[in-house]
């Protein structure tokens, strides 16, 4: 779509909807920079843009007359795509893309993109540092923190973009076509903004729609959705399993990271030399690999970036050792899922800091994974009685209830033992205590270290 001239209502104010706005002033639309937040500083938003700039800000409902004028609504990954004022659009024909969408068709290159309920932000990291050791223009965006909106200007036709697709995003892609794609997994997630379980997969499962049979995705056989998922794709499908030998794909071997195709079987690393605890991630670095290797990246690159990554940030991050007991950050476990694996990569026994925003997510398989690791579950948030009932009804007692993080930290240093762990994993978003999870981990991290 041509966009000098044309009128963009871009919906949302934070990072994503900021990013969009920009791309589309350099592209010469009149933009309306609009939420339904009254609260927002006007002033602080028209900040963020160059003085002259054809951008207005509307804030709260939406003028008839506003939507009359429209050519085009960018949807920000947070705005639900079923509120009132998007059906009434949709109603008048008004042409709607996702940020993702936008950035696409600015974009130039090569599309390596990455989905699933939980592993996405380190098997995009990851992917995208096996890429800058092999290519010379690497783009690491999306849902991983750096909008694609604000890369998109700068690339060539060379470039490789690494994104992190969340299913927001893909809500509104329409020729988004990624070279090769990945789906991680598929567990109960999003819900109270999806609905279903049958829609949180359909939308999942869009980030093949517009892949060619020359392209390539990447799922996880363990995930029987998937599994089947893969058998109706016309694109060329990897697997990879962290139990099953494969005849084809890659697959874990009694500790050691295998690849096998028609040349044979082939190598990567041991289990031992990751720097990436659990079997979860195990699955994360096949994953990445096996999209680099359908990129035609040679193993041997691979291989050597797999060994020396780091974990990512606020996903099972060690913190610091005192008084012989150990902490770890995986405030990016969000879900029950991904709180899961938290759980599973510990190897000794654990104080665990659950707790936060109820997405509508039950926790039963959390606490039964708990696997008589958990000596004490410390439940923050508002979903603390929810969790403490459900862990009551499956026989788990060791209940105790934190006004506040620094409190739920404190009790864990002080009850402790040398040779435990203290794991804040809560299974639950942020809001409503954090702004994100990102600044929950950050203020988990503050407060052990000054203990």
């Not at 995003?169 to 997630?189: C, M, R």
């Not at 979903?383 to 060791?398: H, Q, V, Y």
């Amino acid at each position: 779509m041509e966009l000098t001239k044309k009128c963009v209502l871009v919906f949302g104010t934070g990072i994503s909807g900021i990013g969009a706005a920009h791309l589309l002033l350099a592209k010469g639309a009149e933009v309306i920079l609009y939420d339904g937040n009254t609260e927002k500083d006007k002033d602080a938003l028209l900040a963020e843009f160059p003085a002259g700039s054809k951008v207005r800000i509307v804030l709260g409902e939406l003028p008839e007359a506003e939507m009359e004028q429209l050519d085009l609504v960018v949807m920000s990954p947070g705005v639900p795509c079923d509120l009132p004022v998007v059906l009434a659009m949709k109603e008048k024909g008004i042409h709607i893309w996702g940020e993702v969408e936008l950035a696409y068709e600015c974009g130039k290159g090569d599309v390596l993109a990455v989905t699933g309920t939980n592993g996405k932000t380190t098997t995009t990291s990851l992917l995208g540092a096996i890429m800058q050791a092999y290519h010379p223009e690497v783009y690491i965006v999306g849902n991983i923190g750096n909008p694609y909106t604000e890369a998109a200007p700068k690339m060539t036709d060379d470039a490789v973009t690494v994104a992190e697709i969340s299913s927001f995003q893909l809500e509104t892609i329409e020729k988004f076509a990624p070279k090769v794609s990945a789906i991680l997994n598929i567990t109960p997630d999003h819900l109270n903004r999806h609905h279903t379980m049958e829609e949180y997969i359909r939308v999942k499962e869009l980030i093949t729609k517009n892949q060619t049979e020359s392209d390539t995705c990447v799922l996880n056989y363990e995930d029987e959705i998937l599994r089947e998922f893969g058998k109706t794709l016309h694109t060329k499908v990897i697997y990879f399993s962290s139990l099953h030998k494969l005849e084809k794909g890659m697959y874990l071997d009694d500790g050691e990271i295998c690849y096998r195709d028609e040349n044979g079987v082939q190598k990567l690393c041991r289990t031992a030399e990751l720097n990436l605890p659990g079997r979860h991630n195990h699955e994360n670095v096949m994953a990445a690999a096996a999209m680099a290797l359908a990129y035609g990246v040679p193993l041997e690159v691979i291989r050597k970036v797999v060994c020396a990554f780091k974990a990512v940030e606020h996903r099972i991050e060690f913190v610091t050792e005192k008084n012989g007991v150990v902490y770890y950050n995986d405030s990016k476990g969000t879900n029950p899922d991904a709180a899961i694996k938290g759980i599973q990569a510990m190897d000794r026994p654990t104080l665990l800091i659950g707790g936060g925003y109820d997405k509508g997510s039950s926790y039963s398989e959390w606490i039964q994974a708990f696997d008589g690791k958990v000596k004490y579950l410390v439940l923050i948030g508002q979903t603390r009685e929810k969790i403490a009932a459900e862990a009551k009804a499956l026989g788990f007692t060791d209940i105790v209830f934190a006004d506040s993080l620094a409190e739920a930290v404190q009790f864990c240093a002080d009850h402790a033992k040398k040779g435990d762990a203290v794991l804040l994993s809560p299974a639950c978003a942020s809001w409503g205590m954090f702004p994100n999870y990102e600044v929950r981990g950050k203020m988990f991290k503050e407060l052990v270290n000054n203990l």
